[in-house]
């Protein structure tokens, strides 16, 4: 697999993002994955509020998020099924801004998805859209996908044997977020100024359409549902979390 990221102009609120983006890269091959920092879709589509105060902020993240517990160094929060600090809500690199994630990011991831397709000719390009996140007793943070389009974000190997033909009863592999956590390297976290990146040779399956919650994994059967239970969250209806 070999990832490059972009150097690029700045990207301004409301702008174009498919124009943006065709106006850094001119071509790609078939069978790449795109991954876009979701600094730019919050400027694309999202909610854009001028910085006001701590309180203003912690008001947002509640209203954004279905649970949202106070930490020492951040709010812990679930959005849209996603364990995310502040409720995925940016202030780096947004001069003075609080930028929020759109509503929408799979239905935007879609769009986009089209239109470079249509640009660039191609038929099998993948998008994924990266934002920081923090596992769980380990330092600094990582990426993962806020959304993603045009691949399997899911590789299921329940029932596959392993090296000693014993088979995997339940091994998913999550491919959605490794491709945006190892695209987020070559990215950066800080002054880059690199916001995408081209995956290729990736080891993973294109598809037109991608299943709704497919990455999604229930409450009864997380690995850290203990702990979310014991914070006080619930999982709801629509399966969040």
Known sequence: MKI??????????HANLPEFIVRHISSVAENTVLAVASKLFCLWKGDIFPY?????KEELIVRESSFALRTSL???????????TNAGIDESNADGKLLLLPKNCYKLAEQLRKELCQHWK?????IVV???MILPLRAGVIAG????????GVKDL????DLFGKKLQVTLVNVADTL??????????????????LITEAPIEFVDRVPENEIKYPMKDDLYAPLFQAAGYEEKGDNEL
């Open 4 to 13: 490059k990221s972009i150097q690029t102009s700045l990207f301004h609120a």
């Open 52 to 56: 006001q105060n701590r309180k203003q």
């Open 74 to 84: 951040a709010w812990l929060s679930v959005k849209d099924g996603m364990v995310m």
């Open 122 to 126: 191609v038929k099998n390009l993948g």
């Open 130 to 132: 990266t934002d920081s």
């Open 145 to 152: 996908a806020v959304a993603y389009a045009g691949f399997k």
């Open 158 to 161: 329940r029932g596959k044997p």
């Open 180 to 197: 945006a956590s190892a695209a987020a390297l070559e990215m950066g976290e800080g002054n880059e100024a690199r916001p995408l990146a």
